[in-house]
């Protein structure tokens, strides 16, 4: 239990450990290190940022879902809409279509009715004539007025 | 143990390092002059008086051993690091230097230095290592460098020494703390500036007025951490050496003696774990904010 020139020797070890230590040691492990803590820096950062936009996928998603039932039952509405508008478009058209075919159906009826009067007119003058000359052909002459009694008959 | 020496005296070869310098001889009791040859002391007599030049080859080999198998461990790992899933050894040299880190960062505010946390863990692990080595039983190691140096160069193994801790050296520790007291002298007059240093060794703490009681006073102060750091560990280790080799004496008198010696070692084992570990650490953060206060300007 000396003090000698091992005294000497230990610092000069324990210099040359620590200045190994020093250049050799410690820098690439503590660089490794602080990689590291940036890699899991890093990471955590994006995997908020990914939670993050898919809470906003979501908003966004439920608010296209959203809209589109709203356009969706406006579509509806406005079939709806245009459905009764149809019926009642095609209602009022087939009143008047009705309404046309009647008049022009009263029309035909009352022409036909003019036509047949007419008709019967013209040939109730020609029965009257036919009386009146059957009446007056059997006290005038018979016979000279057969050609035209005949004619009145096959007419008749 | 063997029988033809006292419990004394195995003590005190014990406690004996193997040291090299200069050959003595005993011209007249109490009275040593040198041969003029070099080797190895035969006896504690002899290596006391070899004086400062001669040289403690166990402290030496021992604590470069241990101070290389480390750094061989260190640079291992260091050349393979990843930056990915730390795996086995990685993982381990891992856990020590963010341990390390925590405590520099936690004791010295010095800024960027790049000196001080490598410093650090060399100082915990290295002493740790050192320290390691008192868990050893006592007569291990030392019985089979005395038997093999017998064998090889045929001297008497009751003359050859060998102390396998090295912090229980008082060169050991006091080195390292010299060491220390010299990076604490470096950033003391490179932070501070001459004036800047020698103006707080001797304006405070009383004022200008009391300028030589200041000077006395942080003399003793500045001088007295490299004392104190070095000779605790010192301490701590030597006495914890001691209390093995005391249990050890107990092994050669009687099987109930041995078997309660055994308990005892084991016991003081596992607590020295504590105190290894402890004194490791603690001279580790000493010397962290030791360079911290050198870091430090005081207005």
């Not at chain 2, 001088?223 to 107990?250: C, D, H, Q």
Request: aromatic letters at 10%; hydrophobic letters at 50%; proline letters at 3%.
């Amino acid at each position: 239990m000396n003090i000698n020139a091992t005294i000497i020797g230990q610092i000069i070890a324990f210099a040359v450990f620590v200045a190994f230590c020093m250049k050799y040691v410690w820098p690439p492990i503590m660089q490794a290190l602080e990689e590291r803590k940036k890699k899991i820096a890093d990471g955590l950062a994006a995997a908020e940022r990914g939670r993050h936009e898919q809470e906003l996928a979501e908003k966004r998603a439920q608010q296209v879902i959203h809209e589109a039932k709203e356009q969706a039952s406006e579509i509806v509405s406005q079939a709806q809409k245009r459905g009764n508008e149809i019926v009642d478009e095609s209602k009022s058209n087939a009143r008047v279509e009705g309404e046309r075919i009647l008049n022009s159906a009263k029309a035909e009826i009352e022409q036909e009715a003019n036509r047949a009067r007419d008709e019967l007119k013209t040939q109730v003058g020609g029965i009257a004539l036919a009386g009146a000359s059957k009446i007056l052909g059997r006290e005038i002459d018979e016979k000279a007025h057969t050609d035209l009694l005949d004619e009145l008959v096959s007419r008749i | 143990m063997a029988s033809e020496i006292t419990t004394s005296e195995y003590i005190k070869h014990h406690l004996q390092n193997l040291t090299f310098g200069q050959k003595q001889t005993e011209i007249e009791p109490g009275v040593w002059a040198p041969t003029g040859e070099w080797g190895f002391a035969m006896s504690p007599a002899e290596a006391a008086n070899m004086g400062f030049w001669s040289i403690n080859v166990d402290t030496m080999l021992m604590s470069i051993l241990l101070g290389a198998l480390m750094m061989w461990f260190f640079r291992s790992v260091a050349k393979k690091v990843s930056t990915g899933v730390p795996t086995g050894s990685q993982n381990f040299a891992e856990m020590i230097i963010d341990f390390i880190d925590d405590t520099v960062r936690g004791s010295f505010s010095g800024g960027k230095n790049k000196l001080v946390a490598p410093l650090a863990l060399t100082i915990f692990v290295w002493v740790f290592l050192m320290n390691l080595m008192d868990l050893i039983p006592v007569d291990v190691i030392p019985q089979i460098v005395m038997q093999s140096a017998a064998a090889i160069f045929g001297v008497d193994p009751h003359h050859v020494y060998f102390k396998i801790v090295p912090t229980t050296d008082p060169n050991a520790t006091l080195g390292m703390a010299i060491f220390v007291f010299m990076l604490m002298l470096y950033y003391s007059f490179k932070i501070k500036g001459t004036g800047g240093f020698i103006s707080e060794l001797t304006l405070q703490p009383f004022g200008k007025w009391a300028l030589p009681i200041n000077t006395v006073l942080e003399t003793v102060t500045l001088l007295s951490k490299p004392f104190s750091l070095g000779l605790r560990l010192f301490g701590n280790m030597y006495a914890g050496e001691m209390v093995f080799i005391l249990i050890a004496t107990m092994y050669g008198a009687g099987l109930a003696m041995g078997s309660f010696a055994g308990l005892l070692q084991i016991g003081w084992a596992i607590f020295h774990i504590l105190i290894i570990t402890l004194q490791a650490f603690i001279f580790m953060v000493l010397t962290t904010v030791y360079l911290d206060m050198a870091h430090q300007e005081h207005h």
